[in-house]
């Protein structure tokens, strides 16, 4: 196993900031990013549906929204060859400008858009297309802000750096969970569904104002600076990351499955479960996942420190073993339990699933850069990161909901398992990080 080489870039560079503004802007940002995703998300839960699609067959209109959910991870793969491409070649400030950008845009629209009692089918075709927006935007987000991080670090250190990017993940999902709830206690439902729902959307153009004056103050990596100094920029970056380093780009997709199915499955998935099946209200459940969220956040960071100490292998393989377990915990904690009217084994099991997802998510910081050389380590980690989510989360809610109608809540575990062993071999595959 090859030991992990820990520089700062290939030359050794100090950061060219303060590492405080440099991890702030790696956080901000993602932090924004991720709430503009999970207001999405959560809507799709709780209300897409019904105000963008006709009444139909029974779950016909929360398939339908699922579906929609479904369309940015689809379109995240390209965001991110896109972003990728002059990120590698241009530089990694003006991309994650442009990235945030493009998926506030996104959002605000969103909450613009007009029902489907008002515009018939121009409104749902008009959320795809902004869906569509927000995928794009988000898959040039995620890996520039790693590579800011990532590519600043100290010696020893590039996990940890790592970790801030994805602590953006816990806080937006926070964020979004919270503006939900206190919308839920303030406003009856009829007001939630007529108008309600649009203010998180609405919401973010003042949080992506924040995250633009962050980044705009920001200056190049030191490691690509060096790159520049020692040869030109790929001409197609894409296409050197296709035939030098696919195996890479597999290796880091496969790894990734998991960690984007149990995050889903324990968010998205249950929450529509809970207070559909279960028969939760909605603050309630949204108030158990915000507290399973911040198992989440933990995990992330415990991991990143033993990630530097023990190394990225043991860590993840250690976490993808615990996601197994859980597919086979999903049954008796989050049905059975359940069905039998207790609710600690409900809320126990969503902040296991979180702290798992925290403790394999963390690490993938620096995993996934130090999969990729610097000259296309942008294209390489984002299209990597966004591919894993098309395998892994695009269609989970959309499967899983069929399951849980067909087998159970135990068939969702099962899927879950399965997910978890497909990563835990890409990750035995994996080797410990040979590139500066």
Partial sequence: MLKTNETAGPTGAAPSASPGRILAAS?????????????????????????????????????????????AFIARPFGAALFGHFG????????????????????????????????????PAALCILRCGQGIGFGGEWGGAALLAVENAPPGKRAWYGIFPQLGAPVGFILANLGFLCLSFGLSP???????????????AALVGVGLYVRLKLTETPA???????????????????????????????????????????????????TGTLGYTRPTFLLFECIAVCFMALGTVI???????????????????????????MGPMLGNAAAAGTWPPVLSFLCLSLLAMGWVFGPMGAVLPELF??????????VTYNLAGILGASGAPYIVQELASYGGIGFVGFYLAAAAVLSFVAVLAMRESAYD
């Avoid at 590698?88 to 991309?95: H, L, M, P, S, Y």
């Avoid at 040869?231 to 195996?247: D, I, N, S, Y």
């Avoid at 050389?373 to 984002?382: F, H």
């Fill in 27 to 71: 956080f901000v940002g993602t932090a924004i990013e991720f709430f503009d995703f999970y207001i999405y998300a959560t809507a799709t839960a709780l209300v897409i549906g019904p105000v963008f699609f006709p009444a139909g067959a029974p779950g016909v209109q929360q398939l339908s929204a699922f579906a929609t959910f479904a369309i």
């Fill in 88 to 123: 590698d070649r241009v530089g990694r400030k003006a991309t994650l400008v442009a990235s945030l950008l493009i998926m506030g845009l996104s959002t605000v629209l969103i909450g613009c858009l007009p029902t489907y009692a008002t515009a018939g089918w121009w409104a």
């Fill in 190 to 204: 009829e007001s939630f569904q007529a108008w309600g729902w649009r203010l998180p959307f609405l919401a973010s």
């Fill in 224 to 274: 690509f600076k060096a790159a520049l100094t020692e040869t030109k920029p790929e001409r197609v970056p894409f296409a050197t990351m296709l035939t030098q380093h696919g195996g890479a780009v597999l290796i880091g997709t496969f790894a990734m499955v998991a960690v984007y199915a149990v995050f889903y499955l324990s968010t998205v998935f249950a929450l529509g479960y809970g």
């Fill in 303 to 329: 991991s990143g420190a033993a990630a530097d100490r023990f190394g990225r292998k043991p860590v993840l393989l250690s976490g993808m073993a615990a996601v197994f377990a859980l597919g086979f915990l």
């Fill in 373 to 382: 050389p610097t000259r296309v380590r942008y294209t390489g980690a984002s």
